[in-house]
Nanobody, 126 residues
Framework: QVQLVESGGGLVQAGGSLRLSCVAS????????MGWFRRAPGKEREFVAG????????YYADSVKGRFTISRDNAKNTVYLQMNSLKLEDTAVYYC???????????????????WGQGTQVTVSS
């Protein structure tokens, strides 16, 4: 069992930045592919970014490529999402997730992830 706790959300003006953190506990963090997803009001959950076990490979949704950066610190059991140049359409609840399969083939699919955090709200204002 893995417990995930996100933090760092809040209210920010368009063009601003936020850094989300997700701390994992319960199992060996470095054994899990990690991902960030989001759900905007009235929309389905969507993939934002994913990162490999060691952090050597990263994956992004086209909508955030060049603006968001995912990283991880296995010594701290933490995955981060640095969000820059935020837009109104980035407003959503952001979730981190852990995939124990050690495979990257489904990194953008919510169904492959085994554990989810409770989410943190990000609101971008004009």
């Amino acid at each position: 069992q893995v417990q995930l706790v996100e933090s760092g959300g809040g209210l920010v003006q368009a063009g601003g930045s936020l850094r989300l953190s997700c701390v994992a506990s319960g199992r060996t963090f470095s054994n899990y592919v990690m991902g960030w997803f989001r759900r905007a009001p009235g929309k389905e959950r969507e993939f934002v970014a994913g990162i490999s076990l060691t952090g050597g490979s990263t994956y992004y949704a086209d909508s955030v490529k060049g603006r968001f950066t995912i990283s991880r610190d296995n010594a701290k059991n933490t995955v981060y999402l640095q969000m820059n140049s935020l837009k109104l359409e980035d407003t959503a609840v952001y979730y981190c997730a852990a995939d124990r399969s050690r495979s990257y083939s489904g990194i953008s699919r919510p169904g492959v992830y085994d554990y989810w955090g409770q989410g943190t709200q990000v609101t971008v204002s004009s």
